[in-house]
């Protein structure tokens, strides 16, 4: 099996930063695309940020300019550097994985259990 386990959120006032990480383990051959998506109170999960494993990323322009996403290859992690934070990005922030397990024949949609972060003073 696989899993995504996230880690990094909490409460912060406006203007600050947090860092959410997003480690896959299990019976993994590789995984092609990480990323991150957000849910907040009554609306739809929305897509925020996307790293290809060669280290290309994308970036909705809601967040462009604030966070960044990274990965490290190597520990199979993702993540997503927030800063200057505003209460707008409140949400539960989720992690998403394009993984090829041993055994199968391509790639499929993994997601992480998220992460709650809350911006208020």
């Known amino acids: 099996q696989v899993q995504l386990v996230e880690s990094g959120g909490g409460l912060v006032q406006p203007g600050g930063s947090l860092r959410l990480s997003c480690a896959a383990s299990?019976?993994?051959?590789?995984?092609?695309?990480m990323g991150w998506y957000r849910q907040a109170p009554g609306k739809q999960r929305e897509w925020v940020a996307d790293i290809t494993s060669g280290g290309s990323s994308y970036y909705a322009d809601s967040i462009k300019g604030r966070f960044a996403i990274s990965r490290d290859n190597a520990k199979n992690t993702t993540y997503l550097q927030m800063n200057r934070l505003q209460p707008v990005d409140t949400a539960v922030y989720y992690c998403n994985a394009a993984i090829w397990k041993h055994g199968d024949y391509g790639t499929y949609d993994y997601w992480g259990q998220g992460a709650q972060v809350t911006v208020s003073s």
């Open positions: 299990g019976s993994i051959f590789k995984i092609t695309t």
